[in-house]
C-alpha cells in the first residue's frame, strides 16, 4: 500500500520517548540482578501506557510505544549472540572521532548470526494492540545500519564480506516486519543513522582512504533495506534517514544530504522518507528533488536535541520553503529524531517533550487541515 492524500500521517513522532526515572531505575536494577524480568516488564508495560497516552492526547496521526522495551534503538547488540568488543579504529565509523587508534571500544560480528530465541524486535506489538485504537507505526533498524557492526579486520573469519553479513541482517528483519504484518501493523519504519554518516566529507574520505566504494555500497544498501518489504500488502514503508542522536544533544554526522541524494533517494522502494532538517548542519531542500514522485517527505524541523519550543511561524515558513522543491501534499511534520534514542535520552524535559509534539500537530492541522 503506497500512502495516498488522505491517508498520510501529517503529524508524526518518529520514534522514541523519554524514559520515565522508575523505568530507567528498573533497567539497571535488572542489569544488577536485584528484580526479575516480570517485575521490570511490569514497569514497561506502564510506560508504554502511558507514552501512548501522551501521543494520543497531543493527536498525533500515529502512536509508538516510545522504544520502552529497548536499551537502545538498535537493540541488535543486546539480543544478537554474534559480537564481540574489539579496541581500535571502526571500519564503518559514525564519525571521525571513531577513526582513531584510541576510538574505544566497539561491538564487531565475529560469529555467524542465528536469530534470537524469545525476545526479538517486535516484542511489545500485541501488547500495543491490546492497549490503543490509534495506528501504530513500529521502528525496526535498517539491515543497512549493521555495517557499523562490521571490521574490514576482525569480521572476515564469521563471513566473506560485510554484504553477506548484511544479507543475514536482511533475513532476520524482514522475518521480523513479516510478523508484523500479519499481526496487523501497517506502517513500519526503519531507522538508518548510517546513510546520514556518509554526508560527511570527512567520513567519506576515511572510506576513501579504506578502498570502501561508496556508489557501490549505497546501491547495495537502498536494495538491501527496500527488500525488507518484499511480499509485504497494505503496510505503509517508511525509512528514517537520521544522523545521530545521543545523551547529552550529541550528533554523528555533519553535511546536508546532496552526497547521497542522487544515488540513494530514487533507489529507496519506499512510500515515506524521515528526514532531519533541524540545523544549519543539516543543509538545505535541494537534495528533496531526487526523492521519486509520490513518496512523502517527513521534514523532521523540530530538534529533540534540546527544551528549545520552536517558534511556529519559523516552522511553517521552512515547510513552505521546501515546497520550492517538493509539493505540499507530498510532506509532513516531525520532530527529528525521537527523544531517547538510548536509555539516558536527550536533555529535554518531559514538558518540551510534550510542548514539541503539540507543535508538530498544531502545524500539521494548519497547514494540511
Same mark, same amino acid.
Given at each position: ?35 526479575? &524480568?516480570?517485575?521490570?516488564? &511490569?514497569?514497561?508495560?506502564?510506560? #508504554?501506557? =502511558? ?6 492526547? #497531543? ?21 544478537? %549472540? ?6 581500535? *579504529?571502526?571500519?564503518? *565509523? ?20 542465528? @536469530?534470537?530465541?524469545?525476545? %526479538? ?6 501488547? +500495543? ?61 526503519? %531507522?538508518? *543513522? ?13 572510506? &576513501?582512504?579504506?578502498?570502501?566504494? +561508496?556508489?557501490?555500497?549505497? $546501491? /547495495?544498501?537502498? =536494495? ?20 545521530? !542522536? ?18 540513494? /533517494? ?9 528526514? =532531519? ?7 538545505? /531542500?535541494? @537534495?528533496?528533488?531526487?526523492? &521519486? ?12 536535541? !534540546? ?43 518531559? $514538558? ?18
Amino acid at each position: 500500500m503506497s500512502t495516498k492524500t488522505g491517508t498520510i500521517a501529517r503529524a508524526e513522532n518518529v520514534g522514541s520517548l523519554l524514559r520515565p526515572a522508575a523505568l530507567l531505575d528498573a533497567m539497571r536494577d535488572r542489569q544488577q540482578g536485584s528484580i526479575t &524480568a516480570d517485575q521490570l516488564r &511490569a514497569l514497561q508495560d506502564t510506560a #508504554v501506557r =502511558e507514552a501512548l497516552e501522551l501521543q494520543e492526547s #497531543v493527536g498525533l496521526d500515529l502512536v509508538t510505544d516510545g522504544e520502552m522495551r529497548r536499551e537502545s534503538w538498535v537493540l541488535s547488540g543486546f539480543i544478537l %549472540d554474534c559480537f564481540d568488543p574489539v579496541a581500535g *579504529p571502526r571500519s564503518y *565509523p559514525p564519525s571521525i572521532a571513531q577513526t582513531k587508534d584510541d576510538a574505544g571500544t566497539f561491538s564487531v560480528v565475529t560469529r555467524r548470526l542465528v @536469530p534470537p530465541t524469545g525476545r %526479538d524486535l517486535d516484542d511489545g506489538y500485541t501488547f +500495543l494492540r491490546e492497549n490503543t485504537d490509534a495506528r501504530i507505526k513500529f521502528t525496526l533498524p535498517a539491515p543497512s545500519y549493521h555495517r557499523r557492526f562490521w571490521s574490514d579486520t576482525h569480521s572476515t573469519g564469521a563471513y566473506g564480506s560485510c554484504e553477506e553479513f548484511l544479507t543475514d541482517v536482511r533475513d532476520w528483519i524482514g522475518g521480523v516486519a513479516k510478523r508484523l504484518a500479519e499481526s496487523g501493523c501497517d506502517y513500519i519504519q526503519l %531507522d538508518a *543513522p548510517n546513510y546520514g554518516s556518509l554526508c560527511d566529507p570527512a567520513i567519506r574520505d576515511y572510506h &576513501a582512504s579504506l578502498g570502501h566504494d +561508496l556508489d557501490a555500497q549505497l $546501491a /547495495f544498501d537502498a =536494495e538491501l533495506d527496500s527488500s525488507v518489504f518484499d511480499g509485504l500488502t497494505g503496510v505503509t514503508r517508511a525509512i528514517h534517514l537520521c544522523r545521530g !542522536n545521543l545523551p547529552g544533544g550529541q550528533w554523528f554526522s555533519s553535511g546536508g544530504y546532496a552526497p547521497i541524494a542522487a544515488g540513494l /533517494f530514487p533507489a529507496l522502494r519506499v512510500d515515506v522518507m524521515l528526514m =532531519e532538517f533541524d540545523s544549519d548542519r543539516a543543509g538545505d /531542500f535541494g @537534495p528533496l528533488a531526487h526523492v &521519486a514522485d509520490g513518496t512523502t517527505v517527513v521534514l523532521g524541523l523540530l530538534t529533540t536535541k !534540546n527544551d528549545v519550543v520552536e517558534e511556529e511561524k519559523d516552522i511553517v515558513a521552512r515547510i513552505h520553503a521546501a515546497t520550492e522543491v517538493k509539493p505540499l501534499d507530498e510532506l509532513a511534520l516531525s520532530t527529528q529524531c525521537g527523544f531517547a534514542s538510548v536509555a539516558g535520552g536527550n536533555p529535554a524535559t518531559f $514538558a518540551a517533550q510534550r510542548a514539541k509534539l503539540e507543535t508538530v500537530v498544531r502545524i500539521a492541522r494548519q497547514v494540511w487541515g
